[in-house]
């Protein structure tokens, strides 16, 4: 079966560090994109951005980059998503999701594919 | 960033109905355009992709169209696990942007 398996909630003061995981099994993880997506309490979907476990590929949405940190082990076919000080506002649940394709020009990846397998999600609580 | 637009962004409506969701670009896509439906407590889980192309399993009364700046799902009849949350994102470019979602309740 194909899935990625996020860890489990994580609740943290603010200023403090965290890293979540997602780790795909039953496809070639190297092979496939993980992109992240916020989602607030009661609210939307957020793309953050995507990393090719596979090579050093990433690109981060405006809105999120300088804030977060992906990257990925494919010995363990395991993506992360980092914090290095976390504030009040990143109080959210996380999804990981997988797209097998992101079209590339002379920039990096241009575009890419749906998501069409997604982890289980991970509620981060930041609070004092 | 693409802005995507939907509308409704909630509505009521009965089992049987027939239900439609709009998704409007800031700028045209193409047919780059992807539909999830999310239930409380779940992850997204995709529709339709690159505007009408239905995922494997998802039913057929289920339908997508549109192109460029104005794209629509239509759920044919209205079914009780079809009350959810449903997303448009676009797929043109990076940052892919969600439309701010379309609760779909019961009547």
């Known amino acids: 079966e194909v899935q990625l398996v996020q860890s489990g909630a994580e609740v943290r003061k603010p200023g403090e560090s965290l890293k979540i995981s997602c780790q795909g099994s039953?496809?070639?993880?190297?092979?496939?994109?993980i992109a992240w997506v916020r989602q607030m309490p009661g609210k939307g979907l957020e793309w953050m951005g995507i990393?090719?476990?596979?090579?050093?590929?990433?690109r981060y949405s405006p809105s999120f980059e300088g804030q977060v940190t992906f990257s990925a082990d494919t010995s363990i076919s395991t993506a992360h998503l980092q914090w290095s000080s976390l504030k009040a506002s990143d109080t959210a649940m996380y999804y990981c999701?997988?797209?097998?394709?992101?079209?590339?020009?002379?920039?990096?990846?241009?575009?890419?594919?749906?998501?069409?397998?997604w982890g289980q999600g991970t509620m981060v609580t930041v609070s004092s | 960033d693409i802005q995507m637009t939907q509308s409704p962004s909630s509505l009521s409506a009965s089992v049987g109905d027939r239900v439609t969701i709009t998704c409007l670009p800031s700028?045209?896509?193409?047919?780059?355009l992807n539909w999830y439906q999310q239930k409380p407590g779940k992850a997204p889980k995709v529709l339709i992709d690159?505007?009408?192309s239905l995922q494997s399993g998802v039913p057929s009364r289920f339908s997508g169209s549109g192109s460029g700046t104005d794209f629509t799902l239509t759920i044919s009849s209205l079914q009780p696990e079809d009350f959810a949350t449903y997303y448009c994102?676009?797929?043109?470019?990076?940052?892919?942007?969600f439309g701010q979602g379309t609760k779909v309740e019961i009547k």
């Open positions: 999701a997988r797209t097998p394709r992101c079209y590339y020009d002379s920039s990096g990846p241009v575009r890419c594919d749906a998501f069409d397998i």
């Open positions: 039953g496809y070639s993880f190297s092979n496939d994109w």
């Open positions: 990393i090719y476990p596979g090579g050093s590929d990433i």
């Open positions: 700028q045209s896509i193409s047919t780059y």
């Open positions: 690159a505007t009408s």
């Open positions: 994102q676009q797929s043109f470019n990076i940052p892919a942007t």
